[in-house]
């Protein structure tokens, strides 16, 4: 997911590498009839950058999930859930 939203961000003008932009995940593993089973995946984006670019990367972070093919995969089993933190750059 962090690489189909970096693309994203890159081809609005918005810069995600040299450590630009990082993300966090974790998980949940549950039991389910004695098999560990992935049941949520919550991903922390931290994306620095230009404030200008703010409606820009909205929508870049918005429009990300639909077109990742492992969102795609795993969404209709997985709980997937995106969060988004923007630092200032400077």
């Not at 931290?46 to 077109?67: N, Q, S, T, V």
């Amino acid at each position: 997911m962090t690489g189909t939203f970096g693309a994203a961000l890159e081809a609005r003008g918005v810069k995600a590498d040299e450590g630009r932009l990082v993300a966090e995940v974790e998980g949940d593993v549950e039991t389910d009839d004695g098999v560990l089973v992935i049941r949520r995946i919550r991903t922390r984006y931290r994306l620095r950058a230009d404030e200008a670019h703010g409606d820009a990367i909205r929508r870049a972070f918005g429009a990300h999930p639909p077109k990742c093919p492992v969102y795609r995969t795993l969404s209709g089993c997985i709980d997937i859930t995106t969060e988004l933190d923007i630092v200032p750059l400077g």
